[in-house]
């Protein structure tokens, strides 16, 4: 059985502020992809990112980075100088063979002007 | 064109009502997703369309009946529902239904909010 769990269920930054979404996933097989979504207000749930269980390398874009460590099972999520357009709940997912994507609780990430 | 539609946005109806959720995506997707979302909670899997043909029915009450006309269109028709099916009910698609060599990623459209009284 493959699990998600994201601890944090609400955060509140004031913009600017740095900001990091936890996730820790749980599976047993050796090849998955970990993806992360965002969900705005308006509800449909934007792709942020995917990453193979292979490619333990760190990215950036832009604001955002993620942290992928497969001995801690986790891949952080990053948001650097947040700003109020960044409020919405984030959600990490796992995915692997012969599976559908399973989500973490989702995460809610409130920035303050 | 990279955009899944669904109609309508907010939907109220009474417990004897049939009704009809629609989604639409002309990316040439392949797959095709129908997810449940309760408030504070994440998305969970409904039912998947692979090549118009239903591959993953995630044991939904009859009141739901899916639907895929041809492989831009998917439905969700409802009848007898019941108040706690009122949810948010998400839409997407991918290119094809992951298998052993890899994950696709879903659009998602933005949801149809469904009210049951």
């Known amino acids: 059985a493959q699990k998600v769990t994201q601890a944090q269920t609400e955060i509140s930054v004031v913009e600017k502020e740095d900001v990091t979404l936890d996730c820790v996933y749980e599976?047993?097989?050796?090849?998955?992809?970990l993806f992360w979504y965002k969900q705005p207000p308006s509800g449909e749930l934007v792709f942020l990112i995917r990453?193979?269980?292979?490619?333990?390398q760190n990215e950036i874009s832009g604001r955002y980075s993620w942290n992928f460590q497969k001995s801690t099972s986790s891949f952080n999520f990053t948001i650097t100088a947040s700003q109020v357009v960044d409020s919405a709940v984030y959600f990490c997912?796992?995915?692997?063979?012969?599976?559908?994507?399973?989500f973490g609780g989702g995460t809610r990430l409130m920035v303050k002007p | 064109d990279t955009e899944v539609t669904q109609t309508p946005k907010h939907l109220v109806m009474g417990m004897t009502n049939k009704k009809s959720l629609k989604c639409e995506q002309h990316?040439?997707?392949?797959?095709m997703y129908w997810y449940k979302q309760k408030a504070k909670k994440p998305p969970e899997l409904m039912f998947v369309?692979?090549?118009?043909?239903?591959?993953i029915n995630e044991s939904v009450p009859s009141r739901f009946s899916p639907e895929c006309p041809n492989s831009s269109l998917l439905n969700l028709h409802l009848h007898a529902l019941q108040p706690e099916d009122s949810a948010l009910y998400l839409c997407?698609?991918?290119?094809?239904?992951?298998?052993?060599?890899?994950?696709?990623?879903?659009?998602f459209g933005a949801g149809s909010r469904l009210t049951v009284l």
């Open positions: 599976t047993r097989d050796t090849t998955y992809y």
């Open positions: 997912a796992l995915h692997n063979a012969g599976n559908m994507l399973t």
């Open positions: 997407a698609s991918s290119p094809r239904v992951a298998g052993a060599g890899g994950a696709n990623v879903l659009t």
């Open positions: 990316m040439g997707h392949r797959a």
């Open positions: 369309y692979s090549y118009e043909k239903l591959s």
């Open positions: 990453r193979n269980s292979f490619d333990e």
